[in-house]
């Protein structure tokens, strides 16, 4: 196990530290938002203006790593559909429909950060 952190069966993080791939949750090695899952939006996400390029660093990170730049996108990203599932709930309050909302458009601010950093790389010249 790596630094004592167990995921929610208990066994621990996949494989040893410095190895590709390893640094997965066992059985979730296609999904990434399970890191962001269990995260609550704070008072101080609401107000700090990098946190959305923070987590476009993150998954740019993922990316370098060679992860699958359309999976990543999918992790981000919160489709339309999803977002009118959600607000069309009639047990849903109006506040926690603003706040939907607001998860919505701070995942397309995410998801346009990580685009812009992906397009840079795929174009940067490369030397041979």
């Not at 995921?7 to 090695?29: F, K, M, S, V």
């Not at 790593?65 to 977002?83: C, F, K, N, W, Y």
């Amino acid at each position: 196990m790596c630094g004592g952190r167990t995921n929610r069966r208990g066994t621990g993080l996949a494989g040893q530290r410095g190895q590709p791939g390893n640094h997965l949750i066992e059985g979730d090695a296609h999904r990434y938002t399970g890191i962001f899952a269990e995260m609550v939006m704070t008072a101080r996400d609401d107000f700090d203006p990098l946190a959305p390029q923070r987590e476009a660093a993150f998954f740019y990170g993922l990316f370098l790593r060679g992860h699958s730049v359309e999976t990543l996108r999918q992790d981000i990203d919160v489709p339309p559909a999803m977002l009118d599932k959600w607000l069309k709930a009639r047990d849903f309050e109006e506040s926690f429909r603003e706040s939907l909302q607001r998860v919505y458009t701070y995942r397309k601010q995410v998801l346009a950060i990580f685009d812009g950093l992906v397009w840079n790389e795929q174009k940067r010249p490369r030397l041979q």
